[in-house]
């Protein structure tokens, strides 16, 4: 049997170890509650920014990120100049050697698929326009190129001195395309006019042109409604 000093002892004991216990209890817990406060405040933080980020581009124009994007390739294009001219090289010399294939066949279908027409814009843009549609459409014949360059000889590439002004003859072919081609664009000028042809026949009720275009929107609003009025003023028998 023990004695009671050993038993207050070890009571003593147990009693500081279930004291350690709890207060490891209570240092992981309080250890716990500041890592989710530091936790909370780090995402209170986080949210406060993006908010402010957001607010921010809110405010931004809708294509601001197009021109971010425009400025930005600016700055790195007059970098790039300025090292070429550093080094003395040409600057579009170098561009072109950085092109892929692959790039330079994307920018050639968006050229063909991009209108060129932007519609009338003056006399010589128009006449212009019409020259490189014409032209393109011209398919040349390399058998009759080579055997006018053999008839010619040397005449072929004129001189001041070359005396071979009113000698030449076009053919019968290729009086026949420019015929065919001269008709083709009368019949489009035909069929694509704004201007109204004129018909001798049709009913004069106007006294000037003005006149002529109310009466015409007149008609068109409310014929249906008076043409039997118009028949009896026409015939004297209205009443």
Known sequence: MAS?????????????????????????RLRKFREL?????????QNHQEVVEEDKRLKLPSNWEAKKARLEWELAENEKKKECA?????????KLLEITADDAERWERKKKKKNP????????EAQFRQYQRLTRQIRPDLESYEKLREDSGEDFYPTSNSLIHGT????????????????????KRAKYSRRRAYNDDADIDYINERNAKFNKKAERFYGKYTAEIKQNLERGTAV
């Open 4 to 28: 009671p000093e050993v038993e207050t002892h070890a009571a003593a004991g147990d009693e500081q170890q279930t004291d350690s216990l709890v207060s490891q209890k209570r240092e992981a």
């Open 117 to 124: 027409d932007t519609g009338f814009a003056g006399y010589a």
């Open 37 to 45: 406060h530091f936790k909370r405040n780090e995402a209170r933080k």
């Open 86 to 94: 550093a080094r003395g090289e040409d600057y579009n010399r170098v």
């Open 168 to 187: 030449h003859v076009p053919t019968k072919d290729g009086i026949d395309r420019m015929v065919e081609d001269v008709e083709k664009q009368i019949e």
